[in-house]
C-alpha cells in the first residue's frame, strides 16, 4: 500500500482537488510471513499412575505461514493431581499426630504382604512339581504299553521305525515369497539397504471350454486337509541386490540344507505364525531388514513398502510382509454414497512400531479433480489371520497431528507413511456435496483359448482400473484356460446414479446373439458400491452356420446417457487358428500394463524395476538435511521444498518431526522411481534458489552410478 497527499501545491482560492485516489493498494510480489499462534489448553487429562495430569495445546492459531516463527513455548503442560499426597505403593495416608502407630501399621502391612506372596508362590511350585511327576508317570505307562504290545509282530515294528511323512504337515506353506533365514543363518549386519520382490506368477495349465463356463467352481486346488495346494508352483529367487536368495518350493528330509533357504533339515519357516492364510502366494512379498532398511515389491501389482534407513533400531532385524488381500470377503463394507478405491493391503506383523514412518505404495483408481472427492483411508486393527472391524484412520483434509499416519495421494498412487503397522489398509471416496466425483474403471474382455464347436461365450470383465485389480483377472483366467480378446479400456465412471451399459454390435455373419436383447446393463450401485473382484457381463454367440469360421463383433460401453465417452472392444479371431499352448501367458504378459487408451485417460504404470533401493545416498541425505532444515527468511527451506514436490497438504506432519527434510526425502523416495528422478530433483533445488543443495546431488558420483 502508498499514499499521496495534494500538496504540490495544495488548493487555493476555490480551486479542485487533485484528480485520482490519495492510496493505491496491489498484491505482494512475496509471500508474507506469518507468526504461529498457541491455541486453547486442551482439558487436562486423567490421572496417571505417577500421580501426574497433561494437558496439550497446538500451534495452529493460526499456524506458521511463510517462514513465519513457530509459537514460543512449551505444547505439553502437566503437574501433580494429587496435592504432592502420592506413595509408591499406591496408598496414601494422611498426616497423624500418632506417628509411632502409624509406622507399626505400615510395618505389619508389608509383613503380610510377603507372607502372601510367598504362600501363593509356594502353591504354584507345588502344583507344578505334582503335574511333572504325573506327567514323568503316565509317559512312562504310555511307552510300556506300546513296547508290550509291538513283540510280537515284525510288521508293525517296521511302521514304527519308518520315518515320518512330513509334507502333509508343510504342504500349507509351500509358496510363500518370503526371505526368512533363522538365527544360526542369517548374515551379519551390513550397511547396504535390502531390495525384495515377489516372484512372477507362473503360468497354469488351460482348463478344459466347460470349466469356463462355470468359473465360482474353481479358484485353488486343495490338499486333503483343506490347506491350499501349491505343489506345481515353480521355484522363484528374489533380486541379487539383497545379496540373499531363497528357493520357495517346499523341501523335506534329512538332505543338507541350502544357504538362505526357507526349509532344511533343521530350518522350520520362521514366519509361519506371522503370514497370513489363505492369501495367493504370488500375491505376498516378506523378508528380513534391518537398521539400513529395504523395499518389499509385489510384482504386477503397482503394490511396495518402502522401509528408510533408520526405521528399525540399529543392531536388530524384523521380518516384515506386504500382500494383497484378493478375498471379496475381506473387503470393507461400505456405507452410503461410499465407493472403493483400492486393493485390500495387508502389512505386518500388527502392531510393529518403527523408529520413522515407513510409506506403503499402491494405486487408486479415483480421478483427481478439485473438491470432487471425500477420501479416508480405512484400516483394521487384527493380526493377520483375523478378520477385524475397519475403522477410518484418518480422512484426508481433517488431520491433526495426533493422527495416526499421513496420506500422500497423487494422480493415480497412494503413499502412507506409517509409525505403527495396523495390519489392513483401504482407501474409499464419497462425493464432496453437490458435486460429482468419478473413478476410472478398466474394461476387459475374455473367451476360452480352445475353440467350442457349438457357442462362443464372451465375458467383460469392469474393474477397478489399478494393476492388481486386472492382475487378479488375468491370473483367474489364466486358469480357467481364457485368453484376452483385445486390448483393455478405460471409462470414467460418474455418481450420477445411471447404469453401466454394455451393446455387441457388428456381428460377423454366421453367429447371433442368443440373448434375447443384444444390450446388457450393470446396475449403478453394483459397481460404485461393489465388493466383488470379478464384476462382469457375458455375451453368448451361438454359431448358426458352420461353415464360417470367423468370429468378429463390437461391444460398446458407456454409462447411461454419456454415449459420448462410450468404448468400443474389438473382437476378432478364427476358430481355424489352433492356440499354441503359451498363448495365454504371452497375451497376459503384453496387455496387462497396456495404458494406451482411447478415452484419454491414462492407466495405472507399471512398477519400475530399481537397481538400486535408494537413490540419494544416506551421507548425501545427511547434507541435504543439514541444508534445508533451519527455517530462512527466504522460505526456500523444507517448507518450499514440500511445495515444489506437492506433499505440503498437511505440512504441520513435517513441522513436527525433528528432520522434515528426512520425512520428506522418504516419501520423494516412494513417489519417484523413474530414472529422472534425480535429474528432476536438482531443477526443483535450482528453481528454489539453492544451488548449494543441487550441487550437493551434481557433484556426487554416487549419485549418478
Known amino acids: 500500500q502508498r499514499t499521496r497527499s495534494c500538496s504540490n501545491p495544495s488548493p487555493l482560492n476555490g480551486g479542485m482537488p487533485c484528480p485520482g485516489a490519495p492510496v493505491q493498494t496491489a498484491d505482494c510480489t512475496n509471500m508474507c510471513p506469518y507468526d504461529g499462534g498457541w491455541s486453547e489448553w486442551s482439558e487436562w ?71 502372601y506372596v510367598g504362600l501363593v508362590t509356594a502353591f504354584f511350585v507345588v502344583v507344578g512339581v505334582v503335574m511333572l511327576v504325573a506327567f514323568v508317570v503316565y509317559r512312562r505307562h504310555r511307552l510300556n504299553g506300546i513296547y508290550q504290545s509291538t513283540n510280537g509282530g515284525s510288521a508293525y515294528m517296521s511302521k514304527l521305525t519308518a520315518q515320518p511323512d512330513v509334507t502333509r504337515e508343510t504342504g500349507a506353506m509351500t509358496n510363500y515369497n518370503m526371505l526368512i533365514l533363522e538365527n544360526n543363518d542369517k548374515p551379519p549386519m551390513t550397511n547396504n539397504p535390502v531390495q525384495i520382490y515377489a516372484p512372477v506368477s507362473q503360468k497354469s495349465e488351460p482348463m478344459s471350454p466347460g470349466h469356463y463356463e462355470n468359473p465360482d467352481e474353481f479358484l485353488i486346488s486343495s490338499t486333503p486337509d483343506g490347506s491350499p495346494d501349491t505343489s506345481k508352483h515353480r521355484k522363484h529367487s528374489f533380486s541379487e541386490k539383497s545379496g540373499m536368495s531363497c528357493d520357495t518350493e517346499c523341501r523335506t528330509g534329512s538332505g543338507p540344507s541350502r544357504p538362505g533357504s526357507l526349509y532344511g533339515s533343521n530350518n522350520l519357516l520362521s514366519l509361519s505364525g506371522t503370514i497370513p492364510s489363505g492369501i495367493d502366494p504370488n500375491c505376498i512379498a516378506c523378508g528380513t531388514v534391518g537398521y539400513a532398511g529395504g523395499r518389499l515389491c509385489i510384482p504386477d501389482s503397482g503394490i511396495s513398502l518402502l522401509v528408510p534407513e533408520g526405521a528399525i533400531q540399529k543392531g536388530n532385524s524384523e521380518n516384515l510382509f506386504v500382500a494383497v488381500c484378493r478375498d471379496e470377503r475381506e473387503r470393507p463394507t461400505l456405507t452410503d454414497g461410499q465407493t472403493s478405491l483400492s486393493p485390500v493391503l495387508l502389512c505386518g506383523p500388527f502392531g510393529l512400531h518403527f523408529k520413522k514412518p515407513i510409506i506403503l505404495t499402491f494405486q487408486h483408481c479415483a480421478h483427481i479433480q478439485a473438491n470432487d472427492w471425500t477420501l479416508s483411508v480405512l484400516g483394521s486393527e487384527a493380526a493377520s489371520n483375523c478378520s477385524g472391524k475397519w475403522q477410518k484412520i484418518v480422512r484426508l483434509g481433517q488431520e491433526t497431528i495426533n493422527t495416526p499416519l499421513f496420506a500422500q495421494v497423487d494422480e493415480k498412487g497412494c503413499h502412507l507413511m506409517i509409525d505403527c503397522l495396523t495390519s489392513r489398509y483401504s482407501l474409499v471416496g464419497v462425493s464432496t456435496r453437490d458435486r460429482e466425483a468419478s473413478k476410472v474403471l478398466k474394461l476387459a474382455a475374455f473367451a476360452p483359448s480352445l475353440r467350442p464347436a457349438k457357442d462362443y461365450s464372451i465375458r467383460v ?99 447411461g446417457t454419456r454415449v459420448a465417452e462410450r468404448q468400443s472392444i474389438l473382437i476378432s479371431t478364427n476358430l481355424s487358428d489352433v492356440p499354441h499352448a503359451s498363448s495365454t501367458t504371452l497375451t497376459k504378459q503384453q496387455n496387462r500394463h497396456s495404458n494406451i487408451s482411447s478415452s484419454g485417460y491414462t492407466s495405472i504404470d507399471p512398477e519400475p524395476s530399481a537397481s538400486v533401493v535408494f537413490k540419494i545416498p544416506q551421507h548425501i541425505r545427511t547434507k541435504l538435511c543439514q541444508c534445508l532444515d533451519p527455517p530462512n527468511t527466504n522460505g526456500n527451506d523444507w517448507r518450499m521444498l514440500a511445495h515444489k514436490l506437492k506433499c505440503d497438504r498437511y505440512i504441520n506432519y513435517f513441522a513436527t518431526k525433528p528432520s522434515p527434510t528426512d520425512h520428506i526425502l522418504d516419501l520423494w523416495e516412494a513417489r519417484s522411481r523413474d530414472e529422472r528422478a534425480i535429474s528432476d530433483l536438482i531443477i526443483i533445488l535450482k528453481s528454489m534458489g539453492r544451488s548449494d543443495a543441487a550441487a550437493l546431488l551434481e557433484n556426487d558420483v554416487s549419485v549418478w552410478t
Not at 493460526?62 to 509459537?71: A, H, I, V
Not at 469392469?462 to 471409462?491: F, H, N, W, Y
Request: charged share 20%; hydrophobic share 25%.
Open 45 to 115: 487429562a486423567a490421572c496417571s499412575p505417577e500421580c501426574q495430569h497433561r494437558r496439550r495445546r497446538t500451534c495452529t492459531n493460526p499456524p506458521p505461514q511463510n517462514g513465519g516463527r513457530f509459537c514460543h513455548g512449551p505444547d505439553l503442560q502437566s503437574s501433580n493431581c494429587t496435592g504432592d499426597h502420592c506413595n509408591n505403593i499406591g496408598l496414601y495416608f494422611p498426616p497423624s499426630h500418632n506417628t509411632n502407630h502409624q509406622t507399626h501399621d505400615h510395618d505389619k502391612f508389608k509383613k503380610d504382604v510377603a507372607m
Open 461 to 559: 470383465y469392469c474393474l477397478e482400473d489399478t494393476i492388481d485389480a486386472l492382475e487378479g483377472v488375468m491370473d483367474l483366467e489364466e486358469k480357467l484356460g481364457g485368453q484376452l480378446l483385445d486390448s483393455p479400456r478405460t471409462l470414467l465412471f460418474h455418481d450420477n446414479n445411471e447404469n453401466l451399459c454394455l451393446t455387441i454390435e457388428d456381428i460377423f455373419p454366421g453367429w447371433r446373439c442368443k440373448l434375447p436383447s443384444n444390450t446388457q446393463e450393470i446396475p449403478f450401485y453394483h459397481i460404485w458400491s461393489s465388493t466383488h473382484n470379478t464384476l462382469h457381463a457375458a455375451f453368448t454367440l451361438e454359431h448358426v452356420n458352420r461353415g464360417v469360421q470367423k468370429i468378429s463383433c463390437r461391444i460398446q460401453a458407456h454409462q
